[in-house]
């Protein structure tokens, strides 16, 4: 069974820090390309960060830029997003999916634009809740 498992979410103080973990099983990631995105009640799912499958891409949310970090760890299967300087407008439910190659021959994947890439990812988690609050 194809799955991704996030891991790491909670309660936080304004100005503290979390770090997610996105968990395969099923299947490798090394050939994917991988998003964290959000959704917080009451409003439409957020793309926030992305990561080629080699690592050597990334992108981030303006909302979250210089604040957030995506990283990968294809010999452990995860994928993390390290949140740091939170604030209270980060409380969402966060999910992480994985998108396929781009080219079969390489199998190498890129991130796609966050803000309408949603569609093109294949396999999705069942999130994780982040609450930022005092």
């Known amino acids: 069974q194809l799955q991704l498992v996030e891991s790491g979410g909670g309660l936080v103080q304004p100005g503290g820090s979390l770090r997610l973990s996105c968990a395969a099983s099923?299947?490798?990631?090394?050939?994917?390309?991988i998003g964290w995105f959000r959704q917080a009640p009451g409003k439409e799912r957020e793309g926030v960060s992305c990561?080629?499958?080699?690592?050597?891409?990334?992108n981030y949310a303006d909302s979250v830029k210089g604040r957030f970090t995506i990283s990968r760890d294809n010999a452990k299967n995860t994928v993390y997003l390290q949140m740091n300087s939170l604030k209270p407008e980060d409380t969402a439910v966060y999910y992480c999916?994985?998108?396929?190659?781009?080219?079969?021959?390489?199998?190498?994947?890129?991130?796609?634009?966050?803000?309408?890439?949603?569609?093109?990812?294949?396999?999705w988690g069942q999130g994780t809740q982040v609450t930022v609050s005092s």
């Open positions: 999916a994985a998108r396929g190659p781009d080219d079969i021959t390489t199998l190498q994947a890129m991130c796609v634009a966050l803000s309408s890439g949603a569609p093109s990812y294949d396999y």
């Open positions: 099923g299947f490798t990631l090394d050939s994917y390309a």
């Open positions: 990561i080629s499958s080699s690592g050597g891409s990334t």
